[in-house]
């Protein structure tokens, strides 16, 4: 459902005018409702990425940063089905793949939903995965580079 603003004291939710004034509880059980079917997400103990329905997180960036992170753990690459304002979905680029992620903006319109993650991978892993990008190394390796400065790099 959506949020939007008509005036200053009343809001539509849905198909529903809520007076901002009077209803103002219709709108905080709607989005007590909303948060007790789900958990905020949180990294594994190991530092690992796991992904389930029902996961919120803080912003569309938020949740935009653990996929990309969820992609290049275990190794696929992602096809745009939407990328809106308001919906996220997603598949594995992989043809015959039929893994899929959906998420979805929830009422406050700044914290974002797992609704749904179908199919398990069935794709190999590439050889070069382009969602490890420079700026991704970068955000996750940093912290390492700068603790061990001698650092020698090999390459293949």
């Known amino acids: 459902m959506e949020l939007e603003f008509d005036t200053k004291d009343k809001m ?3 198909r529903e005018i809520i007076h901002v ?4 509880n219709l709108v905080v059980n709607k989005m007590t409702r909303v948060f007790n079917k789900g958990v905020m997400w949180s990294r594994n ?9 029902g996961d919120i997180f803080a912003s569309k960036q938020d949740m935009l940063q653990v996929v ?3 992609c290049v753990q275990e190794g696929f690459h992602l096809q745009k089905i939407k990328n809106e304002k308001t919906r996220y ?3 594995c680029a992989y ?7 959906h998420c979805s903006v929830l009422v406050d319109r700044m914290t ?3 609704k749904t993650i179908t199919g398990r991978h069935s794709c190999p892993r590439p050889e ?3 969602m490890a990008t420079s700026k991704w190394v970068v955000n996750h390796l940093l912290s390492v580079f700068k603790t061990s400065p001698k650092m020698k790099v090999a390459w293949m």
Not at 21 to 24: F, L, Q, T
């Open 45 to 53: 103990r190991d530092g690992s990425i796991s992904l389930a329905a």
């Open 21 to 24: 004034e009077g209803d103002r």
């Open 68 to 70: 990309k992170d969820l």
């Open 95 to 101: 043809p015959g793949c039929n893994w899929r992620i």
């Open 12 to 14: 539509s939710f849905g």
């Open 89 to 91: 979905t997603q598949k």
């Open 128 to 130: 070069q995965n382009r």
């Open 112 to 114: 974002w939903m797992v």
